[in-house]
């Protein structure tokens, strides 16, 4: 069982920078590829990065690649996005999500997720 704890959303104005954090609980956190996904209002959860268990391995979506990163400490059983150069269409609900082995850029071969935190990104 993992459970995981989202932080770090908030408001910000476009081009402006922030950085979600996402805390796993759990022994085997390590053992878990983690993903980024998002939901705006009336649209469907997306996916937005993923990281393989041992951090070697990144995906972007698209819409996000080369102004998000998405990293990792097993240490600290604490993954996180930094999102730069926000525009207002990066508003959204972001949820992290833990998936047992391999990385995985389709929301249904998570098993766990996050309760979510808010990004508005004002123009």
């Known amino acids: 069982q993992v459970q995981l704890v989202e932080s770090g959303g908030g408001l910000v104005q476009a081009g402006g920078s922030l950085r979600l954090s996402c805390a796993a609980s759990?022994?085997?956190?390590?053992?878990?590829?983690m993903g980024w996904f998002r939901q705006a209002p009336g649209k469907e959860r997306e996916f937005v990065a993923a990281?393989?268990?041992?951090?070697?391995?990144?995906y972007y979506a698209g819409s996000v690649k080369g102004r998000f990163a998405i990293s990792r400490d097993n240490a600290k059983n604490t993954v996180y996005l930094q999102m730069n150069s926000l525009k207002p269409e990066d508003t959204a609900v972001y949820y992290c999500?833990?998936?047992?082995?391999?990385?995985?850029?389709?929301?249904?071969?998570?098993?766990?997720w996050g309760q979510g935190t808010q990004v508005t990104v004002s123009s």
């Open positions: 999500a833990a998936k047992f082995g391999g990385t995985g850029t389709i929301r249904h071969v998570y098993d766990y």
């Open positions: 759990g022994r085997t956190f390590s053992s878990y590829a």
């Open positions: 990281i393989s268990w041992s951090g070697g391995s990144t």
